[in-house]
Each structure stands twice: as structure tokens, then as C-alpha cells.
């Protein structure tokens, strides 16, 4: 609801007033008429407003009381019946500012936790993503130096005499591709950093899927890792925000490749998405790693706890709030024979205020 100007503010206390004069006026009933005016003018106009309707009801309560009830000999009753009409005016404009009060300090300490949220959020990729340098230095400067390495063949070809032109059109053409696979790298990386207040939007969970895939190849490589996709077609899409939902898939997948590092045997890691339940869409992160004992099933999304020796044991408690901001869950079940899947499941239409 948009908020009232001043002006209209105070125009509500009067009008309500005049609304009560007129009512009280042939019922013979003002207290209950002018409480209400007030009421309602300390509830939408706060307390300036509320005292203007106080002050103006006191004036119409107590011609209508006194005109109509005192008799030539002044009763001390009706004074005192004015008196406590006044009291319970401004009882109630001061209960009404007190809420409002309250309310707005909950708001504002809801706000400020939503913020330390997001801020943490943000940390916590940052946090990430420098883990991952090394990795992402890797996968930057591997399609550049290709790039580079077609460039000069293209050069040659044209230098030729005649110049092969075909040779020299298919290295600009390599030439072109890697350079594009460098920069969406470096975008998905800036996008990662990037920071600002949650943006709902409809998400293509496969398109996410294969963003992290390709980020992450690199690191999976550094340890001899696999990654298999199995992506539905046609899947729905989510309500939610892009970047957040980048970083759920990115802890998870980071999660199974710390599980596979030191292993024996195959090292896999396998990301599936499918329609889940009416008007879902469900995800699952597999891997063959060290899994996870029975007694940490239950731990492993508490705040602080971790069993690596540098862990924040954060990833996964954020991973899990992000999920369940957007209306999923977020849980984990053995990969048998060996090693963990994470499952998470999201609403293709959720509304956080309903």
C-alpha cells in the first residue's frame, strides 16, 4: 500500500471527524463514533494526525455531551464523563502509535537480517570463487592462448601466396569460438561477484546446470574427475534468483569434488534434473567420493559444521536457506555403492510473501 503525504495524512484525521459528527449527531451516540475517528486516523496517519483527531473530537464530543446533557445546575458526572472520554482517546492513539512502533522496529530488524544474509551469501562466493583461481586462471587463459595459436595461423594462411583463404576463414573461425568461451567464462565469474538485492525472475535450471558444468570442468579435471549430465528437456522453469541458485549448484558440485580427490577407483560426478512433484522441478548431485557417515547425515547443514581441515561449514547451510527462500528443500541420501547425492527440488511458481 502506498504511503500517505502529510497533507493527506492530517486530511484523513478531519474528514474522519466531520464522518463522526455527522453519524453521532442524530444517534445521539459521539463517544463510540469519535473513538472510532480516532482510531482510525492514529492507525493510518500516525501519531500527528491521531492527536489532530483527538483534539478535534474533543471539541465535537464535548458540545454534543455538554449542550445536550447539562442541566442549569452544572453536574460534576459530566465533566467527569468527558474527562474519561478524552483518557480513552488518547489511550487508544497511544496503544495504536506503540504497534506501529514495534512493527516498524520488526521490520526494520527483518530488513537488516535479510541484508546480513545476502551479505553472507555474497562472501561465502567470493570466498569460493578464490578457492577456485588457480582453476579458473586455467580455463581463462586456455581458449586465449588457442586463440592466439589460431590467429597467427590465420596470418599465415593469408600470407601465403596465393593466401588460402578457406584455412585462413577456419582459423578466424577457431579464433572467434575460443574467445567467446573466455569471455562467457569471465562473465559467469563477474556475474558470481556481482552484488545486489535477490532479482525473482523465471530460471532455467538446465541453463544453470550447464553454466557450472562448464565452470567447473577445470577443477573436476585437476583430479581426474568425470561429469555426466542428465538434463530433461522441456523442463519448466523456476521463480527465483539466477545467481543464487548458481551458487546452491556450485557448492554442491564443489562439495562432491572435494569428496573424490583422494579416492581409489572411479571418480564420478553425476548432475540430474527432472520434473518432480505437481509444478516442480527436481535436481540431484551425485559422486562416487568418501560419503557420508550416518551420524553427520543429520549435522552436515548446521551452521559451522564441517570435516574439512579449512572448512567454514557454511556452503551447505546457505545452499540449503537459499533453496528454502525459494520455496524447495534441500537433503542428502547415500550414492550406493559409494559416496553421496544431494536432492534438491524447486517450485516452478512460489511466491515468498503468500
Not at 52 to 72: D, E, Q, W
Not at 258 to 277: C, F, H, K, Y
Not at 288 to 309: E, H, L, S, W, Y
Request: include cysteine; hydrophobic fraction near 45%.
Amino acid at each position: 500500500m502506498k504511503a500517505l503525504s502529510q497533507l493527506q495524512r492530517y486530511g484523513l484525521a478531519a474528514i474522519s471527524c466531520g464522518v463522526a459528527l455527522a453519524v453521532a449527531w442524530p444517534i445521539d451516540a459521539p463517544a463510540s463514533c469519535f473513538l472510532l475517528a480516532v482510531a482510525v486516523s492514529s492507525l493510518f496517519g500516525g501519531l500527528g494526525p491521531g492527536l489532530l483527531s483527538i483534539g478535534l473530537s474533543a471539541l465535537a464530543f464535548g458540545y454534543l455531551f455538554l449542550r445536550r446533557t447539562i442541566p442549569p445546575a452544572v453536574e460534576p458526572a459530566v465533566f467527569f464523563g468527558f474527562a474519561v472520554f478524552v483518557l480513552a482517546t488518547l489511550l487508544i492513539a497511544a496503544l495504536i502509535e506503540i504497534k506501529r512502533r514495534v512493527e516498524d522496529s520488526r521490520n526494520h530488524a527483518q530488513e537488516a537480517l535479510r541484508q546480513a544474509n545476502s551479505d553472507l551469501t555474497r562472501v561465502s562466493r567470493m570466498t569460493t570463487m578464490g578457492e577456485l583461481t588457480a582453476s579458473l586462471s586455467h580455463e581463462i587463459n586456455q581458449p586465449i592462448a588457442a586463440a592466439v595459436t589460431d590467429a597467427h595461423t590465420c596470418l599465415r594462411w593469408l600470407m601465403r601466396d596465393p593466401p588460402d583463404l578457406e584455412e585462413a576463414r577456419e582459423a578466424a573461425s577457431r579464433t572467434i569460438t575460443d574467445t567467446t568461451r573466455a569471455a562467457e567464462i569471465i562473465s559467469r565469474v563477474r556475474q558470481l561477484f556481482k552484488k545486489g538485492t535477490p532479482q525473482r525472475q523465471l530460471v532455467n535450471v538446465n541453463e544453470v546446470i550447464r553454466e557450472m558444468v562448464a565452470l567447473l570442468r577445470g577443477e573436476a579435471a585437476r583430479y581426474s574427475i568425470s561429469i555426466r549430465t542428465g538434463l530433461a528437456p522441456g523442463l519448466p522453469h523456476v521463480l527465483g534468483d539466477r545467481v543464487q541458485l548458481q551458487q546452491v549448484l556450485m557448492n554442491l558440485m564443489l562439495n562432491s569434488i572435494e569428496a573424490m580427490r583422494d579416492v581409489e577407483g572411479p571418480r564420478e560426478l553425476t548432475i540430474n534434473s527432472q520434473p518432480g512433484e505437481t509444478g516442480q522441478v527436481a535436481v540431484s548431485v551425485s559422486d562416487t567420493g568418501v560419503g557420508i557417515p550416518p551420524q553427520q547425515v543429520d549435522q552436515i547443514f548446521n551452521a559451522f559444521f564441517t570435516t574439512k581441515p579449512h572448512g567454514t561449514g557454511m556452503g551447505l547451510r546457505i545452499s540449503r536457506s537459499i533453496v528454502e527462500l525459494h520455496g524447495g528443500r534441500l537433503w542428502v541420501t547415500d550414492n550406493p555403492p559409494r559416496g553421496a547425492s544431494f536432492h534438491l527440488t524447486l517450485p516452478t511458481r512460489f511466491d515468498p510473501h503468500e
